[in-house]
């Protein structure tokens, strides 16, 4: 008989405990901020203005208040995520975000990267940003047996014989090794990541935490 209420003793011990964690899973999700959530690294950028001036966005202006620096590699199946996500929620809210992008190839990793990084800065060149971007995660899967310039037509670079050239004598691979050394200064060694309005944010995320992400910052 003991033995028997001992056993029942734990049984809802153990009852007790559970519904304890799943209440204060509860409240945290409900009432922590992303930050206190973990999603924010803790690193602030303080110079993340001057890291976005004089770059074209590949969306939203000067105005817009919230800045999105992206440090990315066009291999990276990760970033590919995450720049959907982060378009489809600037499409969302016009002028609000602004993505100034970083080329962060990791070249150890992913043989291609790199070209890819220099073609984005020649079609930039051109004021092709956001377009050559996106056609270049569509077809991230096949770098290196798809050729640029077909990409270049699709993103409508507009002088494809100026955009080639700029690859082959690799003309902005100093822009693209300052972009990669910027990252290097800031500490990061993966990607995506993310520099919010001067606060780093590491990794994918879902759709509802970059959209928490965004509605915070642009209050100010």
């Given amino acids: 008989m003991a033995s028997k209420n001992l056993f029942q003793n734990i049984v809802t011990g153990a009852l007790l405990a559970c519904a304890a964690m799943v209440a204060v899973s509860m409240v945290h999700r409900e009432f922590f901020t992303p ?14 203005k001057d890291l976005a001036a004089n770059r074209t966005p590949a969306t939203g202006t000067a105005a817009s208040p919230v800045t999105i620096l992206d440090f990315s590699d066009y291999e990276c199946p990760f970033c590919k995520s995450l720049e959907g996500k982060l378009r ?21 990793a992913h043989p291609h990267a790199y070209e890819a990084a220099l073609a984005g ?19 991230n899967a096949k770098l290196g047996t798809l050729n640029w310039r077909d990409l ?3 993103a409508q670079v507009p002088n494809l014989d100026q955009f ?3 690859i082959a004598q690799k003309e902005l691979a100093s822009e ?7 990252g290097q200064r800031l500490g990061f060694t993966s990607t995506p990541m993310l520099v ?22 642009a209050k100010g």
């Fill in 152 to 154: 270049a037509a699709s």
């Fill in 35 to 48: 930050a206190q959530d973990g999603i924010l690294t803790g690193q602030h950028v303080a110079n993340w």
């Fill in 164 to 166: 080639a050239s700029c």
């Fill in 121 to 139: 800065k020649c079609a930039a060149k051109q004021g092709v940003v956001g377009a050559f971007q996106t056609v270049v995660y569509q077809n």
């Fill in 176 to 182: 693209v090794d300052a972009d990669m050394a910027q």
């Fill in 88 to 108: 489809t929620l600037a499409a969302q809210q016009p002028g609000v975000i602004k993505i100034v992008r970083y080329e962060f190839p990791l070249t150890l």
């Fill in 196 to 217: 919010i309005n001067g606060d780093v944010v590491s990794g994918d995320q879902s759709k509802e935490t970059l959209a928490a992400l965004v509605k915070r910052y």
